[in-house]
């Protein structure tokens, strides 16, 4: 009898080390899971004894990517890139809203209550920065557009944002523009400076403001329904 010795790779999952849910670069949805490669001591092609530590990496549990281990930094990065944007873009976003929609409000020389509620609505939806935008909003009910601020709060975020965001804070600013219930010529001619400012055709206005009328048609229907 002889004995058939040699060594051997085995494929083990890392048990301690979290899984890193739904975030394969290849196939998008697959999660990658901690594996290492570890060299075994075979006795009759029977692994016995573990030997070093050959290899650890992360395969993907759907496509069976392998990646090396720092891709779980290189994913942390990117989250925290991500994160870091969304917050930026929702800043600027909330910044160019409540100047907007205060310029909006003020510009007939009537500020009427339904006005300020709308607004104080839309300041209340972004908690994290609700002083910054109370000071905005404050700043341009008393100096309304000084040294441009209003419109350089839309430059950037024409320069940031996609033409949807722009649209939507534009539509809110509409939105300010028939709260009191009549349109002004100076809220009109207003909102086609912000439609310029933002890169859209100031031809959007009518459509604009034919939707809300719409939206608001719909909105009192059910209400009076309920
Ligand atoms: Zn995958």
């Known amino acids: 009898m002889f004995i058939i010795f040699g060594t051997r ?15 394969c670069p290849n196939c998008n949805n697959g999660s ?6 570890r060299r075994w001591f075979t006795l009759f092609f029977i ?8 290899d650890r990496f992360y395969e993907c549990d759907s496509c069976k990517s392998a990646y090396n281990e720092s891709i779980k930094t290189i994913l942390q ?7 870091e944007n969304q917050k930026r873009a929702t800043s600027i976003y909330a910044k160019a809203l409540i100047a907007a929609m205060t310029h909006m409000a003020i510009i007939d ?7 300020e509620r709308e607004i104080k609505d839309a300041i209340e939806g972004f908690q994290e920065m609700k002083e910054e935008l109370l000071a905005i909003h404050e700043n341009v009910k008393v100096n309304a557009n000084m040294n441009n601020q209003v419109f350089d709060f839309l430059n950037s975020a024409r320069n940031e944002l996609s033409s949807e ?3 939507n804070i534009l539509a809110q600013a509409a939105v300010v523009l028939l709260a009191d219930g009549t349109i002004e010529k100076e809220e009109e001619n207003l ?18 403001i034919d939707k809300l009328k719409q939206k608001d048609m719909t909105t009192l229907k059910k209400e009076q329904m309920n």
């Open 9 to 23: 790779g085995l494929k083990h999952t890392v048990s301690d080390s979290p899984v890193l849910s739904n975030s």
């Open 32 to 37: 990658l899971v901690n594996k290492l490669y």
């Open 47 to 54: 692994p016995v004894i573990p030997l070093d530590t050959v």
């Open 77 to 83: 990065r990117s989250k925290e890139e991500i994160n």
């Open 109 to 115: 020389e009537d500020f009427a209550p339904e006005e």
């Open 165 to 167: 965001a722009l649209i």
């Open 191 to 208: 909102m086609k400076e912000y439609l310029i400012a933002c890169g859209l055709p100031k031809e959007m206005y009518q459509t604009l």
